[in-house]
């Protein structure tokens, strides 16, 4: 039996979100689907990590949607996991430190606001973000995070 990962899941959506939001491409919608229906897969088995611990807060506060919420955090939690994880292959970068501009280009070539601030239309009371953050996915992540290093994370977003 085959079992999705979530860094497969990842480089197909890098690959293919721009030519399905900007151009509106068929085949970059149908990868999107198999994409999402994989990283779906992967979290039922392995759960979240630190990004989506992350963006729980952005999403119930300030209304981010959870996708976007994700994309914002994900970068600074890629280069944390350094080489821990292997989403910086997912990405077509050879360093993880490189994560935070790749996705914050992303971000805003689709249209998004790639700012945390700008994207919750208000600044983020970031203390009580890591305050709320959701110490259960925060667990899982593959490395261990602290709240000196979420206090250095949500500061850059």
Known sequence: ?????????????????????????????????YAASDAGSAIAVSRTTAAHALSYHLTARYGVPHGHAVALTLGRIIAFNGGVDDHTVSLGLRDPLDAPKRLHDLVASLGLKPRVDEAADAVVDRRRWIAEVNEQRLDNNPRRINRDDLSAIVGAV
Request: charged share 25%.
């Open 1 to 33: 039996m085959r079992f999705p990962s979530s860094p497969a899941a990842l480089a197909r959506i890098v690959d293919n979100i721009e030519a399905r939001v900007v151009g509106d491409s068929a085949d970059a919608r149908e990868a999107l689907m």
